[in-house]
């Protein structure tokens, strides 16, 4: 069923959690509220499931404005960050929880849980207590008391925030093939920018109790909107200049900015793999020196400064690394061959540049 | 070294509990077991474990139902006040008996407002059961309310949450979600409660007047045998409360392995 949230603004006291937040999770859909602790998802979710009252602002399931009924009326399905789960029954008797309220006879019951336990892979463990299962186990016991009602949609707080990085990706794998099999609107909150990347086939970005954008995984990292999107998505370059003859000037570093009136201070965003570094001082117009290597496993990330002092991240595959001879403190040469004008903080669409031909290499992006 | 330990901590065991118990039991069959069995069963005896029981057990159901919902709302609740009165519930721990049965004296008295409404509605309250319930309650109420509370604050309320997300209505998640989860700090509040109301014996002995087979609890039976002289009569009704004593004691550690069990696998979650 569809969620709708229109003008959601929640109050604290004297602080605004959720400020004016509108946003729409289509049928079907695995959408991810993505932002820093404290940025107000938590509370969205909250706010949807019924479990906070909202200061104003209108939620809508499946069309139906349901600021009026209570969380046991508005049929939603609620995973809790920490499981939640009822330490005195045994896993069976969690999933059934929510039938037994609803009144289901014992034979559908029955039926409905053990197709629950297959369905998560928790065949066999219906009689164990959660104290004796494993963190993924308890996250998917969670996940079946949720599903087992069929609500009309799932809620999800950091589903995988509790268990290690191993356990998360298996689950995370999981969770998107169990949406793929049930297609039940699903919305879940995280922290964790590549859980939100991977999982979510749209992403809603929040900072600070605003929404910051809303697209898909590659709309936001490829045209962050703001620059909260832009340092909190992935990694990025931003540096601030100013206009002086249609170019933004950042020392040595010069960026077009057609459009701009001179003497604006704007800022410039620049992904590290958009940071080209040799060896060779001549290969490339701009020098720095080379500060530290650091090995990500897949790649390795470069970090430059420049006599003006910039520091700058570089990105680089293996391949390309190992036709280098790097020495940390070495003089290198390097350009940035794609960046973007950040948003000003009024807002205003970001604009897109293709760095003014750079001395060409072979290297292209 | 290590056994001379040992043996210290073995004789003042010795010396303070198992020797008073084990002469207090051969006193109390000194005249026969025909003679403990007339003791216990004398009508003055009956009527003092018959009141000393009917006081704990109001007394157990009213500290359950008020001291879980003190419990409730000193853990879930922020007020003004609230640290005041978290710290007053610990003062019956503090304040002698004597004292709380004195307040309890001078409160209901008849020189007072409170004495005289009750005077007028012809309801007797001191010298009687109702002082006598005020006087066990007052010194018996921190023990649910100090049980109950930090486990109250370890549980949280995302468990009650989503019971709520699961339909559930407030009655049915406070006796699905809530209740069990407190099971065991209620077994051991609840013990601790009975097994402090049954000794009583200062705040009662105040307020009760201690008048036989109308006031006399089973405490005030044995001292009042003891003051007469009968020692037989004091021992074989001291004996019997030490025998329910000791049983609520097994019952209190069981219920506290248990109860240590339940955190243990909170703090695992």
Redesign the interface.
Known sequence: MKIEVRGLTKKFGSGTAVGNVSFVVNEGELLGLLGPSGSGKTTVLRLIAGLEVPTSGDIFIDGKRVNDLTVQERNIGFVFQHYALFKHLTVFDNIAFGLKIKKWNRHDIEQRVLELLALMSLDGLGRRYPHQLSGGQRQRVAIARALAPRPSVLLMDEPFGAVDAKVRQELREWLIRLHTDLNVTSLFVTHDQEEAMEVSGRIIVFSKGKLEQAGSPADVYEEPATEFVARFIGSMNIVEGIVRRGQVQVGSLEFPAPGFSDGQKLQVGFRPYYVKVAEDATRYRQQAKLRHVYFLGVAYRLEIETADGLVLRSRMNKEEFRRYRFVVGQAVSFAVTHFRILPQESGGPSTDIEAGKPIPGPLTP | MRWLLIGIVWLYFLVLLVGPILYMASQSFSEGLAAFWAEISRPEALHGFTLTAEITLIVLVLNLVFGTLTALVLARQQFWGRSLVSGVIDLPFAVSPVIAGFMLILLFGPDTMLGALFGQAHIKVLFALPAMILATLFVTFPFMVRELTPLLQTLGT??E?????????EW?VFV??TL??L?WGLVYGATLTVARAIGEFGAVLVVSGNILLLTQTATLHIYQSYVDFNYVAANAVALTLLAVSFAILTVLEIAKARAET?VA??G??
């Open positions: 995302e468990e949450e989503a019971a709520r997300t699961l339909g559930a209505n049915q699905k979600v069990p989860a099971r339940t696998e909170a695992a979650q």
